[in-house]
């Protein structure tokens, strides 16, 4: 069986002032549709149900989730006591699932990411979940890059592996690289064997396990306790206790930067993380959201622009008067405004650990 890991435990600091620790990211209404989260599991339709979705996310976020995603079974949404990153998160999944179903592969996915092309997200899914059969295979997927992004990491396949045919196939991975700056993301988009790293890895249960134990033994080594406790009651202290002996250590560079055994499928859906506000104003623009003048405001929002090009209003219930503003992000809500260059916007995450720092927990 295929089954679905979705991590939907972060804060997403960028998307302060928006997104905050009660109500974050991944459960907000970003493009008036549906909520991030809800259409991460809705685009999984006709590949993967929603009784082989599991949600991990912080314990503190259980109930917002089985709000916000009531066809996904109660005992398929795994609390994270404490956050420790991926690693732990996927290995708390891959033991549940292991007991579940030894055979289980596993399509481990954020949920915060947009896909507007989903029959090519499925064709790219289904070459990867076919590669993960091969043993100790990890599959991750790549997206073909349209411009020297310094905001993503990089991933670097074998260019002579591929077929001229069919991009589509699982290509071996030479080197992971991190977030570059301008003058390197333009050497690895020039070189043409370079993908953007999209944070989506499928692999059997069993594959993933074993990787843990033989690159993370400490990650695996606390989980392994959980086994035998899965679906009982002494489920949550086990959790608890794995959780709080693992180490703080994401899966890329725990698990997919130390193996050999690493496979990337190309792939071109329309993707995007959205990162930060920035990210946010580009999508709308692609959905045609934005005005003659590249503003990008919501309809049922009270906002005027005069003199104003290429900014993004976010804004709640009062009026928002922009004037002579050009690229420039303004998110207004209850009790804090952020303004800021729209070319800034990953800063934001300065400002959320600055009000941590100074004690003003209730900003954040």
């Known amino acids: 069986m295929h089954y679905a890991v979705i991590m939907a435990g972060g804060i997403g600091s960028r998307f302060w002032p928006r997104s905050r620790q ?10 008036g549709d549906a909520t991030l989260i809800q259409n991460t599991v809705a685009r999984l339709q006709g590949l993967i149900p929603p009784e082989r979705c599991l949600i991990v996310t912080h314990e ?16 398929n949404i795994l609390a994270e006591p404490i956050s420790r990153n991926t690693a ?6 891959a033991v549940k699932l292991a007991e579940r179903d030894p055979d289980a592969t596993m399509v481990v996915l954020p949920a915060d990411h947009v896909i507007r092309d989903v029959k090519s997200f499925h064709s790219v899914l289904n070459v990867a979940l076919e590669k993960a059969q091969d043993p100790g295979s990890l599959v991750t997927i790549g ?6 992004a310094t905001g993503y990491g990089y991933i670097q396949y074998d260019e002579t592996a591929e077929s001229d045919e069919d991009r589509h196939e699982a290509l071996p991975v030479k080197t ?3 977030k570059p700056d301008e003058q390197t993301a333009a050497r690895f988009l020039n070189s043409g064997d370079f993908l953007w790293n999209s944070g989506m890895f499928i692999w059997r249960a069993d594959t993933i396990l074993s990787e843990l134990e033989t690159h993370l033994p400490d990650c695996y080594s606390a989980f392994q306790p959980v086994r ?10 086990r959790v608890a206790e794995a959780f709080q002996d693992s180490p703080r250590i994401s899966i890329d560079y725990g698990v997919m930067e130390q193996s050999d055994r690493v496979f990337v499928v190309p792939g071109s859906f329309g993707w995007n993380d959205v990162g930060d506000w920035k990210a946010v104003f580009e999508e709308s623009q692609r959905r045609g959201l934005d005005d003659d003048q590249g503003n990008v405001v919501p309809d049922d929002a009270r906002v ?11 804004s709640d219930d009062r009026l928002v008067v922009l004037v002579g503003m050009h690229d420039t992000v303004v998110v207004d809500t209850e009790d804090a405004i952020l303004v800021c260059d729209r070319e800034n916007a990953q800063q934001v995450k300065n400002v959320v650990d600055y009000l941590r720092s100074h004690q003003l927990d209730e900003y954040v």
């Open 143 to 148: 997206i073909e890059p349209t411009y020297p």
């Open 176 to 178: 992971f690289a991190e």
């Open 22 to 31: 009660e109500m974050p990211k991944q459960f907000l209404n970003v493009f």
């Open 60 to 75: 503190r976020y259980v109930e917002q989730t089985k709000k916000q995603l009531p066809a996904v079974p109660d005992e």
């Open 88 to 93: 732990p998160c996927i290995a708390y999944a």
């Open 304 to 314: 005027i622009v005069h003199d104003s090009s290429r900014c993004l209003v976010n």
């Open 228 to 237: 035998p406790a899965v679906d009982t009651d002494q489920e949550k202290q």
